[in-house]
């Protein structure tokens, strides 16, 4: 005899792909969050990089911004 409970109960094979999809979000967002911190990471060493750079090196003046005497 089919009733409401047997007749809609979830298959099996919905709970696994169910389980698929929770395990394959939680790995996309391991993996966003480790590729966020290396951002940040390769970010902070690119502007101290620049720092450096800028503090051995004295920019150029423009010849054309310099008043002429």
Do not use: H, W
């Amino acid at each position: 005899m089919r009733t409401k409970d047997t007749l809609f109960r979830s298959t099996s094979q919905e709970t696994k792909a169910d389980t698929t999809a929770r395990v394959a979000r939680e790995i996309i967002q391991s993996e966003a969050e480790e590729r966020q911190k290396k951002t940040a990471a390769q970010r902070a060493a690119r502007l101290e990089r620049e720092a450096v750079d800028r503090g051995l090196a004295e920019p150029r003046k423009s010849s054309a911004a310099a008043p002429k005497p």
